[in-house]
């Protein structure tokens, strides 16, 4: 398990640079033996060094690219692949380590392409208003998959939500309401983003 600072979603990329001893040691693990590992966000604490406390829902990252550093430190491209929960945490040996379940996923039917439509529409009209205001953000003239499901997935990676947001939408099982939530969230941060930018 990697307990990050940052929401994994399925579908999404996420790119690392690992440097911590017992991060280095779970790469080699993974790529000795499946090239996968739990990401879960962390509720109070940081990054480095242990003794934070964790969200119980995460996802499997799995390792595309994975280049070795001189020094020992790796660079990794990674992909989320599917939820997970955490059933049990077990002693740090020497990396965080869970017994985890794969949570089931049922899949956003082809009929809510319209709600795709309208949930990118006002996450464009965010990221938008982001670059406006000058801060660093992904280019609202991002490409979705066709498969509406992953598209809805892009989408929440996509917003500029904070990282409670973004597990409040990886925790929700229904894909529809999911959507539906993602979609009233890019509509506040799109909304708050304007009163920033009228504001000056």
């Given at each position: 398990m990697f307990p990050l600072g940052t929401v994994l979603f399925p579908h999404?990329?996420?790119?690392?640079?690992?440097?911590?001893?017992?991060?280095?040691?779970?790469?080699?693990?993974?790529?000795?033996?499946?090239?996968?590992?739990?990401?879960?966000?962390?509720?109070?604490?940081?990054?480095?060094?242990?003794?934070?406390?964790?969200?119980?829902?995460?996802?499997?990252?799995?390792?595309?690219?994975?280049?070795?550093?001189?020094?020992?430190?790796?660079?990794?491209?990674?992909?989320?692949?599917?939820?997970?929960?955490?059933?049990?945490?077990?002693?740090?040996?020497?990396?965080?380590?869970?017994?985890?379940?794969?949570?089931?996923?049922?899949?956003?039917?082809?009929?809510?392409?319209?709600?795709?439509?309208?949930?990118?529409a006002v996450v464009r009209r965010a990221l938008s208003l982001q670059a406006e205001l000058g801060e660093p953000t992904p280019s609202a003239r991002f490409t979705l998959a066709d498969d509406v499901h992953v598209a809805a997935w892009q989408l929440a990676a996509l917003a500029p939500l904070n990282p409670v947001d973004q597990q409040r939408l990886l925790e929700i099982e229904d894909p529809e309401e999911r959507l539906a939530a993602l979609t009233q969230l890019a509509v506040d941060a799109g909304d708050l983003l304007a009163y920033r930018l009228s504001a000056g």
């Open positions: 999404a990329v996420l790119p690392l640079h690992v440097f911590e001893e017992r991060y280095r040691a779970l790469v080699d693990d993974c790529l000795r033996a499946g090239h996968e590992f739990g990401v879960v966000l962390i509720e109070r604490g940081v990054e480095v060094g242990g003794g934070d406390t964790r969200f119980s829902v995460g996802t499997v990252a799995r390792i595309t690219e994975a280049a070795p550093m001189p020094d020992g430190r790796w660079v990794l491209l990674t992909v989320g692949a599917r939820r997970i929960r955490v059933a049990t945490w077990l002693p740090d040996d020497p990396y965080p380590v869970a017994l985890v379940e794969d949570l089931l996923e049922p899949r956003l039917p082809d009929v809510a392409l319209r709600a795709v439509e309208d949930a990118a």
